[in-house]
């Protein structure tokens, strides 16, 4: 176990100096992630949340340490049994990091460093076990206790290292032109009035995060390209420079991930600014056979976009900036791709590079290969915000947000206790992709109470009571909560 600590914390020193993609417990982290069943995936996105990700580093952390055992006890009895253990290890970190996008040229050596540091500390600790005279194993305590303490605490220390290289992201002192296109002046939203009601725009601080990124893409302006190819008659590249030199647009629009349970906060509002796909896709010319357009992303992250989304008039963009700041690393600085009316993984594709025109037959997305519906617009949902918790009988104010992202909302309504659905007042209207908050004021009495919310969609169809989970694209149900008062 201590060899096998030691080598992993040097692999993970080169890693983190190398590229974060190439570091031996990053590589495989990532790999599971890729080869890990969907409904693991939902599981870890339902419970663990956001931290899933160090979860994962520490549990392949403890895999590592415990073939390391194995890999101890066998070369008790076949020195070489050792070696092989941690050179089985070694090809294992070495295929992880060639199938990652990210891990670069020089990837394979942290994994090789690994599995050599780790043989030659058994060896180590083996030759004085043999040397020693036998009755007296203090030598081999001694090294055991060296390389074991500097291996764990070194483990440890560098399993977030990697990651840990976040420079902010900058345009490198170009700012952005202004917007050809802007909304209209946003509105004041609820939340100056209703306590605990989700702001109308989310700070970005705030704003839910969801990816299979281990470590954050650390892309450069100067050096990323954004290529439109595939079924065009004019394919092209274009630099950062020569993206927000075309006219930018700015747009108040609502994200979530299908993976948001009824209620729950995998969504976010801003105003983002961005290039008009369409615009790139005229100048591309796509052929009339084109059906979808694959996204992908600089760590190998694809979304299959339908080519009609893209053309009917929605403004999906190529979004540089939200909530009038460049975007963040976490929100896939330099560039994302965002589709109005679409979840995430069909249209929101972060640290951009391509944008690729073809068919639903040649390629398929990343998470339409692991089950999740190729089509997925996003479906009428609405969330109660507050009462969260036990309330004092009296005057107070049920209230939350709902979406139909680019259908907009048209009535929200409330029920308490199984009695009439009540028309909850609107907050103000941002436009059809985005929320709308709103809110019930509510004489509380006293007891348990169970209240509902449901929202009626732009077009005025209402949002389906049928409870269904997030697979296959989206869930849907009303949001009940029990609410205690007095
Ligand atoms: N490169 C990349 N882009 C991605 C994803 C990803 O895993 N990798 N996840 C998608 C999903 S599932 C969602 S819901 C949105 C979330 O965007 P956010 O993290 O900025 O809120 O990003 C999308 N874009
Ligand atoms: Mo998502």
């Known amino acids: 176990m201590a060899a096998a600590a030691l080598g992993t914390a040097a692999g993970q020193v080169l890693g983190s100096l190398i590229s974060p993609a190439s570091a031996p417990l990053q590589a495989v982290g990532a790999a599971v992630i890729d080869l890990a069943p969907t409904g693991v995936k939902e599981w870890a996105i339902a419970t663990v949340g956001t931290a899933d990700k160090p979860l994962l580093l520490a549990t392949v952390l403890v895999v590592v340490c415990g073939l390391g055992a194995l890999a101890g006890l066998g070369a008790g009895r076949q020195p070489r049994a050792g070696d092989l253990v941690f050179i089985a290890l070694g090809v294992i970190g070495i ?92 509105p004041t939203g609820l939340e100056q009035t209703v306590a605990g009601i989700s702001p109308l725009r989310t700070p970005v601080p705030d704003f839910y995060r969801v990816d299979t990124a281990l470590f954050l893409p650390q892309l450069d302006p100067a050096g990323w390209r954004l290529a439109v190819t595939g ?49 790139l896709l005229e100048r591309a010319q796509p052929s009339a056979a084109a059906e979808q357009v694959l996204s992908t992303s600089a760590d ?33 600085f330099p560039a994302r791709l965002l589709t109005p009316g679409l979840y995430g993984y069909v249209g929101a594709t972060k640290w951009l590079t391509q944008l690729k025109l073809t068919t639903y037959a040649a390629d398929e997305a990343y998470w339409t290969v692991r089950g999740w519906a190729e089509q997925a617009p996003v479906k009428t949902a609405t969330r109660i915000d507050v009462p969260r918790g036990p309330v004092p009988a009296g005057a107070t104010v049920v209230a939350g947000v709902a979406w139909a992202t680019h259908r907009g909302i048209s009535k929200v309504q409330v029920q308490i206790d199984g009695g009439p659905w009540q028309d909850a007042r609107l907050g103000p209207d941002v436009g059809l992709d985005y929320w709308r908050q709103w809110y019930l004021p509510w004489d509380a009495p006293p007891g348990e109470h169970r209240l509902s919310a449901r929202a009626y969609d732009g077009t005025g169809v209402p949002q389906t009571a049928q409870v269904r989970g997030v697979l296959p694209d989206g869930a849907t149900g009303y949001h009940v909560i029990e609410v205690q008062v007095g």
């Open 95 to 186: 295929v992880a990091a060639v199938t990652r996008p990210a891990a670069g040229p020089w990837g394979v050596l942290p994994s090789v460093v690994a599995a050599a540091v780790s043989i030659g500390a058994l060896r180590w600790q083996l030759g004085w076990d043999r040397r020693a005279p036998s009755g007296s194993p203090k030598g081999f305590d001694r090294r055991l206790l060296l390389t074991g303490g500097i291996g764990l605490v070194g483990a440890v220390a560098t399993a977030g290292l990697p990651a840990a290289r976040t420079a902010t992201p900058t345009s490198a002192g170009r700012p952005l032109p202004p917007p050809a296109s802007t909304p209209s002046a946003f």
């Open 231 to 279: 079924m065009v008659a004019n394919p092209f590249t274009l630099t950062w420079d020569d993206l927000v030199a075309m006219p930018l647009i700015e747009r108040d629009v609502t994200l979530t991930c299908v993976s948001n349970e009824i209620g729950g906060p995998y969504c976010g509002s801003t105003r983002w600014t961005g290039v008009r796909v369409a615009d």
């Open 300 to 332: 190998g992250f694809t979304a299959s976009t339908p080519l009609r989304a893209l053309l009917d008039g929605r403004d999906a963009m190529i979004a540089v900036a939200m909530d009038g700041q460049l975007l963040t690393r976490e929100h896939g």
